[in-house]
Nanobody, 129 residues
């Protein structure tokens, strides 16, 4: 079972920036981090969980939510088994618990997916106006 640990959340004022990290471990059966599609999701208070960004095996962008496009950037460092989310120009509506997720890539598919079977515990982001 892949373990995912997020960090980097906190409280900022609107217009500020945060960088979230997600460190992955626990790979087995000959697979490693570079075999996994990665994504960031978030869930605000009283709101449904939504996908924020997804990233391909090599680090190319697979999906970005329209509400964060131009402000958030997902990236990954396969040498460090780490996923990042750079969040700039934060708005109060960005406040949420942010989760990273992993799914082992299947040949012939993209990483622009919704179903992930490995999740972190989340890191809280608060944005004050």
């Amino acid at each position: 079972q892949v373990q995912l640990v997020e960090s980097g959340g906190g409280s900022v004022q609107a217009g500020g920036s945060l960088r979230l990290s997600c460190e992955a471990s626990g790979f087995t059966d000959g697979y490693n981090y570079s075999h996994y599609c990665m994504a960031w999701f978030r869930q605000g208070s009283g709101r449904e969980r939504e996908r924020v960004a997804a990233i391909s095996l090599s680090g190319g962008g697979a999906y970005i939510n329209a509400s964060v496009k131009g402000r958030f950037t997902a990236s990954r460092d396969n040498a460090k088994n780490t996923l990042y989310l750079q969040m700039n120009s934060l708005k109060p509506e960005d406040a949420a618990m942010y989760y990273c997720a992993a799914h082992r890539w299947t040949y012939g598919t993209s990483c622009n997916i919704f179903v992930f079977d490995n999740w972190g515990q989340g890191t809280q982001v608060n944005v004050s106006s």
